[in-house]
T-cell receptor, first 112, second 114 residues
Framework: DQQVKQNSPSLSVQEGRISILNCDYT??????FLWYKKYPAEGPTFLIS???IKDKNEDGRFTVFLNKSAKHLSLHIVPSQPGDSAVYFC???????????WGAGTKLIIKP | NAGVTQTPKFQVLKTGQSMTLQCAQD?????MYWYRQDPGMGLRLIYY???????DKGEVPNGYNVSRLNKREFSLRLESAAPSQTSVYFC?????????????FGDGTRLSIL
């Protein structure tokens, strides 16, 4: 059962425009969500997170929105820059061992 | 700052061979994790160690063993490698469980089993 889903394998956006990456989840017990960014041949790096008590969290060009009723979150990047080209994963911790449940990732390509 | 260091970066094995993947962190973190990532999928937890001296199974532990050698090091062993274990393996750590702290990752070991 895939509890965290990223249904878009890839997304292409013009430099300077807004990038919107989406993530859906099925487990209503999730109360915290993280976004990671991954470049080729590197490990994932933490980008931004959101607690279920909030519906928005902002950090510079990155904003994450959470819609609990729809079990949906999105990551907005504005303006998009060439260095944002990477694979983006959403993840949620589960259980006392803090196991992260990951989506399959979305490859973001920023076109010059 | 080294953070989380994984060795080797690449390895090719034949079916049935054994191998140990090494992971070390210099952040004085208590909890460490081993994940695998397969094409088109998110990372899946193999084993984790909440603290020195403890290890527990994750989502996909079959075919693997782990050792938490000390607070810094957490190794993953394949006793008899199978082609299905071809994957990219990531080690991660956090200061301690709880408080929703983001995990810090190494750069991965790319393992091919022929």
């Amino acid at each position: 059962d895939q509890q965290v889903k990223q249904n878009s394998p890839s997304l292409s956006v013009q430099e300077g425009r807004i990038s919107i990456l989406n993530c859906d989840y099925t487990n209503s017990m999730f109360d915290y969500f993280l976004w990671y960014k991954k470049y080729p041949a590197e490990g994932p790096t933490f980008l931004i997170s959101i607690s279920s008590i909030k519906d928005k969290n902002e950090d510079g060009r990155f904003t994450v929105f959470l819609n609990k009723s729809a079990k949906h979150l999105s990551l907005h990047i504005v303006p998009s820059q060439p260095g944002d080209s990477a694979v983006y994963f959403c993840a949620a911790p589960r259980g006392s061992n803090y196991q992260l449940i990951w989506g399959a990732g979305t490859k973001l390509i920023i076109k010059p | 700052n080294a953070g989380v260091t994984q060795t080797p970066k690449f390895q090719v094995l034949k079916t049935g061979q054994s191998m140990t993947l090494q992971c070390a962190q210099d952040m004085n973190h208590n909890s460490m994790y081993w994940y695998r990532q397969d094409p088109g999928m998110g990372l899946r937890l193999i084993y984790y160690s909440a603290s020195e001296g403890t290890t527990d199974k994750g989502e996909v532990p079959n075919g693997y063993n782990v050792s938490r050698l000390n607070k810094r090091e957490f190794s993953l062993r394949l006793e008899s490698a199978a082609p299905s274990q071809t994957s990219v393996y990531f080690c991660a750590s956090i200061p301690g469980q709880g408080n929703n702290q983001p995990q810090h990752f190494g750069d991965g070991t790319r393992l091919s089993i022929l």
